[in-house]
């Protein structure tokens, strides 16, 4: 069923790397309850279909590819579902979508992606947008997550005038955690060892717990680390109850943002699926003459993941970079990625430990809303150590053509700085499209960029932020 033989490979060598790509990922197991949280989605639901939408994905890449893929809510996604799709941080009276009408959202894509992958235009579309805005966008996201990382593990706090300063670090016990869960990952990663990301949040908790029967402080409570799995009947058939009021949305003047959002879904699931796809293949020795075998089939199996995992409840569901360290084990077919799948799948049962790390450290309550204020230092060091792993896309940029720079540049400041994807997409579409334009080298921007450009500057031409 696998060519096993025929790829070099064998049983134990793709049980192995089935393995080892789990560890790499595994900590989007922690990560995502405690984000998507944030939208009111409930931490035990989010995690259940995450582990159920991505394990069904994982098995279909493995059966109908064959290749040693894994797939999870990708990173990015899903703070763009929280922090732009749902407005989470956002301006009061700024336009948002619940995080039903986000799943229908997301569930829209899927289909939209599933149907290009079936009939084959899903390359007239990535091809459609330009290097330097595909480096932009994936350093941005970087940057936004790494910032986020650094606010969860209260190494910054708020500033009356720079809205953002280095927070005291005297009896600052939350960001010392921080700080040593960095430590210890950047250790593990320099050193290669397999899951590093995991290990390194693992070790954080443990810290954690033991910071607090130290100084007898409330940090970690320990109950149980294995568990019934539960919460899933609360996010499972969501975007149900969304796609009524997302068409109401549509049919509104809100509609270009409707399309904008529905737009930068399908654009990341494809920009991250391909590259993944193309960039594992490669390692794995799987390419031929140019050309990956199969590769429809791989890219329908990423956006089934993405249809289910918004029926059940979470973000975008997309192949993960981290299954090269599956390969570098050995690992050279789908076998590998049926493995992770189960992996995924036995994962259910620690949903404890998940909610015990993830659930956060209270400091205090918010003065305005009375909610307790929750830190994340076991998470915040994944989220930094992540963000770092994705800038690394600027060195594709070519930096010597202001023109494709400067929108690259845009693009990835202005994530961070306004606190949302899409404005870091939008005056990156806009600045590219107008350099192209008043230099005469109107052929070298797709038309696709000038539409989108020229409905984003309407967007913030006459409607609110």
């Known amino acids: 069923m696998f060519d096993i033989k025929a790829r070099g490979s064998s049983v134990g060598r793709e049980i192995i790397g089935g393995l080892t ?73 700024a336009f948002s979508l619940t995080w039903q009408e986000a799943l229908a959202l ?87 060892v397999r899951g590093a990301i995991l290990l390194g949040i693992l070790i954080t908790t443990a810290a954690a717990w033991a910071a607090g029967r130290l100084w007898d402080i409330e940090t970690v409570q320990v109950v149980a680390l294995v568990g019934v799995p539960e919460g899933l009947g609360t996010t499972a058939g969501g975007f149900a109850a969304g796609l009524g009021s997302l068409g109401g949305k549509f049919f509104s003047k809100h509609w270009i943002d409707v399309i904008g959002f529905a737009f930068i879904l399908l654009f990341m699931d494809l920009f991250d699926t391909v590259g993944t796809l193309v960039g594992v293949s ?35 569901v997309t192949s993960y970079i981290e299954s090269i360290t599956g390969v570098q084990a050995g690992a050279r077919t789908g076998l590998a990625a049926v493995v992770a799948g189960i992996c995924l799948l036995v994962a259910l049962l620690f949903q404890p430990l998940v909610r015990m790390v993830g659930g956060g450290i209270a400091m205090g309550t918010d003065a305005v809303t009375g909610d307790p204020i929750l830190r994340y230092p076991m998470i915040a060091p994944a989220l930094i150590v992540v963000g770092a792993m994705m800038i690394r896309a600027i060195r594709d940029i070519a930096w010597d053509d202001i023109t494709e720079s400067l929108p690259a540049f845009l693009t990835m400041v202005t994530m961070p700085f306004t606190y949302s994807i899409s404005a870091g997409i939008a005056i990156g579409f806009i600045s590219y499209a107008f350099g192209k334009l008043v230099t005469g080298r109107v052929r070298q921007c797709p038309m696709i960029v000038y539409v989108f450009a020229v409905l984003w500057v309407l967007r913030y031409a006459f409607l609110a932020p």
């Not at 493995?62 to 732009?84: D, E, H, K, R, S």
């Not at 016990?173 to 250790?187: D, H, I, K, P, R």
Request: hydrophobic content about 55%.
């Open 21 to 93: 790509t789990f560890m790499a990922m595994s900590y989007i197991l922690f990560v995502q309850p405690a984000v998507l949280a944030k939208a009111g989605m409930d931490e035990g639901g989010v995690f259940m279909a995450t582990c159920i939408s991505s394990a069904a994905a994982c098995i279909l890449m493995g059966l109908l590819a064959n290749y040693p893929i894994a797939l999870a809510p990708g990173m990015g996604q899903n703070f763009f579902f929280v922090f732009t799709l749902c407005g989470v941080g956002a301006a009061a009276g």
């Open 106 to 192: 997301t569930v829209i894509s899927g289909l939209l992606f599933l149907l290009l992958s079936t009939i084959g235009l899903r390359s007239h579309v990535l091809n459609a947008i330009p290097d330097a805005l595909k480096s932009g966008i994936a350093a941005g996201i970087g940057m936004f997550i790494a910032m986020i990382g650094f606010q969860w593990g209260n190494l910054l706090k708020p500033h009356p005038v720079t809205l953002l300063s280095v927070a005291d670090m005297s009896g600052n016990y939350l960001a010392l955690l921080t700080l040593a869960g960095l430590g210890v990952t950047l250790l593990l990663m320099a050193f290669n």
């Open 282 to 316: 490669k390692r794995a020795g799987l390419v031929r003459s140019g050309r990956l075998p199969r590769a429809e089939r791989a890219l329908a199996s990423d956006a089934a993941g993405t249809v289910m995992g918004g029926v059940l409840g979470t973000s975008t």
